[in-house]
């Protein structure tokens, strides 16, 4: 073993992530307030675990005091959460604001000023009003971008005294992903060309957000938060190869590229006519999307993505769906972590951090998620009812580790932030797997507890130094 410390610079964000959505609860919601999340769970509530869902969530709504004293004790220099906008307003098409909700995100960003905590703001984490799912098909509709950007007006006007970094999504990708082209959540509508539209929409409305955000001259910074998957192939040979390059462009390059180089790929232009799923646009989408690009990029890296060439004919009676170029790879031997099913390896945010730094200008970035979700965590408690999580500890050290060595190899990585803040319910599996640096403890009142991460975290921000012990024997 060796012991390895590396100094993190003064300016380097350390910091925890939440949403809306998973944390806030129904609280105070009004008739008409649901968002998408909200009406699948109130259909398909059997898919969530043991029930739980967005319903009470940790009831962030009314304990977010509580809440913002914890960061403050965990050392937090900065807290990412989402305002909600299905809960933003009473009425999406005049945007007519909900005060008591205005307050209530007031008063939150107060709260986290007051602590000495920079707010990060995410204008849509999944929260798309349910009523313009049902009555507009959600992001497929031009109708939406526009409201989007009104409601992103609303916003800027109302809170820029307070907050300095905005971003439009949290992983834009996801939802259309898991509705349209997979149909594995509610609605369940297969439908690729619907996919492509989604996702077309969300650069545009990216692109218009931003393109507000500077002619009102507010001040800070306006980015977005992806969820790149760095993807590796199976082999050197060319068939692997082009499964790993397409699948990065179905996934990744649809947003990185027009967010940072203000254009789509070529080849995905190409690919996407070849199988006649091309999306409606117009030249001026391009235009804006063209001139308004991000000032900076959350990514959120949890896991590799392995791929190899697929190894069945594409069945013809079925949509187009990109995985007719690909099949995933398991490698043999790989580390898990077993309660989520995804592998660990920490070395993604270094290769990310190096692609950011060749392929996409240097752009300023910082790791917006990494984390851990266990099951059970009761079992680690010891006899003062503290949660002693080390595999966490020596989790989030090994990919600190890796964005502290990309900043040092020239990268433009401002920080490193932890999901999430408190457990938090996750789409289906709820409360399943925890992930926070403190314990929501759902047996007593959602009581909050710090957990051994929580002390862990406040002594790397003081120290600004960060130990770890690297299995480097050959043995
Ligand atoms: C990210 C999302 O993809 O991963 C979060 O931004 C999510 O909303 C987190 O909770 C962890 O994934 P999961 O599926 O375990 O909740």
């Given amino acids: 073993?060796?012991?390895?410390?590396?100094?993190?610079?003064?300016?380097?964000?350390?910091?925890?992530?939440?949403?809306?959505?998973?944390?806030?609860?129904?609280?105070?919601?009004?008739?008409?307030?649901?968002?998408?999340?909200?009406?699948?769970?109130?259909?398909?509530?059997?898919?969530?675990?043991?029930?739980?869902?967005p319903a009470v969530a940790t009831n962030f709504y009314q304990r977010y005091k509580e809440d913002v004293a914890l960061m403050k004790q965990a050392g937090l220099t900065h807290f990412r959460t989402s305002i909600n906008w299905s809960r933003f307003f009473t009425d999406y098409r005049n945007a007519v604001v909900d005060e008591d909700y205005a307050t209530y995100i007031d008063n939150v960003l107060d709260e986290l000023i007051r602590a000495g905590i920079e707010p990060m703001i995410c204008l849509e984490h999944y929260e798309l009003p349910a009523e313009l799912f049902d009555n507009d098909g959600g992001w497929a509709s031009r109708e939406v971008v526009e409201l989007f950007v009104r409601y992103a007006g609303k916003v800027f006007e109302r809170f820029h005294?307070?907050?300095?970094?905005?971003?439009?999504?949290?992983?834009?990708v996801v939802v259309q992903t898991r509705v349209y082209l997979d149909a594995l959540r509610w609605p369940h509508e297969q439908n690729t060309g619907t996919w492509m539209q989604w996702n077309h929409h969300k650069n545009l409305a990216t692109?218009?957000?931003?393109?507000?955000?500077?002619?009102?001259?507010?001040?800070?910074?306006?980015?977005?938060?992806?969820?790149?998957?760095?993807?590796?192939?199976?082999?050197?040979?060319?068939?692997?190869?082009?499964?790993?390059?397409?699948?990065?462009?179905?996934?990744?390059?649809?947003?990185?590229?027009?967010m940072v180089h203000g254009c789509y790929p070529e080849l995905?232009?190409?690919?996407?006519?070849?199988?006649?799923?091309a999306w409606h646009y117009s030249e001026n989408d391009l235009a804006v999307m063209r001139d308004n690009c991000v000032d900076e990029l959350g990514i959120n890296l949890y896991y590799p993505h392995r791929v190899q060439a697929p190894s069945h004919a594409w069945n013809p009676e079925t949509p187009f769906h990109p995985a007719c170029y690909y099949e995933p790879f398991t490698l043999p031997g790989r580390r898990m972590n077993t309660?989520?099913?995804?592998?660990?390896?920490?070395?993604?945010?270094?290769?990310?951090?190096?692609?950011?730094?060749?392929?996409?200008?240097?752009?300023?970035?910082?790791?917006?998620?990494?984390?851990?979700?266990?099951?059970?965590?009761?079992?680690?408690?010891?006899?003062?009812?503290?949660?002693?999580?080390?595999?966490?500890?020596?989790?989030?050290?090994?990919?600190l580790f890796q964005a502290l060595r990309a900043r040092e190899a020239g990268t433009n990585c401002l920080g490193y932030m932890v999901w999430a803040f408190t457990d938090n319910v996750s789409p289906m599996n709820a409360f399943k797997n925890r992930y926070g640096l403190v314990e929501i403890d759902l047996e007593n009142n959602r009581d909050r507890r710090l957990k051994k991460s929580a002390y862990w975290f406040r002594q790397i921000r003081d120290s600004r130094v960060l130990a770890l012990s690297v299995d480097d024997e050959w043995k």
Wanted: aromatic residues 14%; proline residues 5%; charged residues 25%.
């Fill in 268 to 277: 995905l232009l190409d690919t996407l006519a070849r199988h006649e799923v």
């Fill in 1 to 53: 073993m060796a012991s390895i410390t590396k100094t993190i610079p003064d300016d380097f964000i350390l910091g925890a992530a939440a949403s809306a959505w998973q944390t806030e609860g129904w609280q105070g919601k009004q008739p008409g307030q649901d968002s998408w999340m909200d009406a699948w769970y109130k259909r398909e509530r059997h898919v969530w675990h043991n029930g739980y869902g």
């Fill in 339 to 399: 309660s989520r099913g995804w592998e660990i390896y920490p070395q993604i945010i270094y290769d990310m951090a190096m692609r950011l730094k060749t392929d996409y200008r240097n752009i300023p970035w910082f790791i917006a998620e990494n984390g851990m979700g266990i099951e059970n965590e009761g079992r680690f408690r010891n006899s003062d009812g503290v949660i002693e999580d080390d595999y966490r500890i020596e989790f989030y050290s090994e990919h």
């Fill in 161 to 172: 005294a307070k907050v300095r970094r905005w971003y439009t999504f949290n992983e834009p």
């Fill in 207 to 258: 692109a218009r957000a931003i393109q507000l955000f500077r002619e009102k001259g507010y001040p800070g910074t306006i980015g977005c938060i992806l969820n790149p998957e760095v993807t590796y192939p199976r082999s050197s040979a060319a068939h692997d190869q082009k499964a790993a390059q397409m699948y990065d462009l179905f996934y990744n390059r649809v947003f990185l590229d027009p």
